[in-house]
């Protein structure tokens, strides 16, 4: 009689054990959002909480990713965008109000993607998915660019003086290391946007060289004059500034 109490005992106990395993989970809402040519991203939770009342989780690690369907359970499959750890929760503890704003990697080829933020728990030498939120629209990504102009920018000519100023508000750069040197270009266009070429005529109004840029570092409230070249056929045209690197 005893052996048999002690074995339910036993068994109560270890399915106790198991029922409270300690898993992060994700509660409340999970804001994102992108920054300026999708360089960085803003990710937001209301909170993550253990659950469980007696257990500590293990290190926990959140990931926004950009997937060709939602995702449902299992291995996650898709392209990484970014991620952040957080230390590991005692039992019945939680993280509330996270806000961080992270650099990106945007998927190499441009499309439609759902986007999932996963919340993992390190077990046993490799990271395990307890919980995620699928968000409901597509949205389309590609490859950040290597340049980005951030508005407002303005140009205005002296026809006397035979030139043209450009001005900027800030010029920043998706490279991890030092640029080469810059030109900023000013064109004018027969059709809305810089195309190259492609789908309309485009002459160059005039172009400054600037000093390489390091890695994290922009030109702010950019303002620069060029040589005047106005374009060799009248007519009504779009300007746009561009931003290139040698």
């Known amino acids: 009689m005893m052996r048999q109490l002690l074995g339910l005992l036993v068994g109560l106990g270890l399915g106790l054990t198991t029922g409270l395993n300690a898993a992060p989970k994700l509660s409340g809402s999970v804001p994102y959002q992108f920054g300026t040519g999708n360089t960085t ?4 939770c209301d909170a993550i909480v253990n659950n469980s009342a007696e257990n500590a989780t293990g290190t926990i690690q959140v990931q926004l990713w950009a997937l060709s369907e939602k ?3 299992g291995r996650i ?7 952040f750890k957080l230390e590991g929760l005692e039992g019945g503890r939680q993280y509330k109000g996270i806000k961080k704003t992270l650099k990106t990697t945007m998927p190499s080829k441009r499309g439609s993607y759902y986007l999932c933020l996963t919340v993992s728990e390190f077990r046993e030498g490799g990271y ?3 919980d995620f939120r699928n968000y409901t629209n597509e949205i389309t990504l590609g490859p950040l660019k290597t340049f980005t102009l951030v508005g407002p920018w303005s140009w205005q000519t002296n026809s006397e003086a035979g030139t043209v100023s450009m001005k900027v508000k800030k010029i920043s750069h998706t490279r991890s290391g030092r640029t080469g040197s ?4 000013l064109w ?3 059709k809305p946007g810089f195309t190259g070429g492609a789908g309309g005529k485009y002459y160059e109004m ?3 060289e600037k000093k390489p840029l390091e890695a994290g570092l922009v030109y702010n409230d950019v303002d620069n004059t060029a040589r005047l070249r106005a374009p060799i056929i009248s007519g009504s045209y779009c300007w746009n500034p561009t931003a290139k690197s040698s």
Do not use: D, F, R
């Open 41 to 44: 991203v803003t990710l937001g």
């Open 71 to 73: 995702y449902v359970s």
């Open 77 to 83: 499959s898709g392209h990484l965008i970014t991620g």
């Open 128 to 130: 395990v998915i307890t």
């Open 182 to 185: 810059l030109k900023l270009t």
């Open 188 to 190: 004018a266009t027969t």
């Open 206 to 208: 005039g172009s400054v």
